[in-house]
């Protein structure tokens, strides 16, 4: 689960979609004036940068993924 991507060419460097995550799993890079994804094991899947992008630039999965664990 969590943020696939973020479509550079659809991305507007609104900060809309850093504003809204709970997780701050996004930020902007300042030389591309990009949205892009800095912290993806954060992300709680909320699907809130997605529902508020007004580009609809970012995709997030709801499919659970199967992390294996590890030994720590």
């Not at 991305?11 to 809309?16: E, Q, V, Y």
């Not at 499919?63 to 294996?68: F, K, L, N, S, V």
Request: aromatic share 6%.
């Amino acid at each position: 689960m969590g943020i696939r991507r973020i479509d550079p060419e659809k991305c507007t460097g609104c900060n809309t979609c850093i504003e809204n995550c709970p997780m701050n799993v996004i930020i902007l890079d300042e030389t591309k004036n990009k949205a892009e994804i800095k912290y993806l094991r954060d992300c709680q899947s909320c699907f809130l940068c997605e529902a508020e992008c007004p580009a609809g630039a970012i995709y997030v999965s709801p499919h659970r993924e199967r992390r294996i664990p590890l030994p720590w």
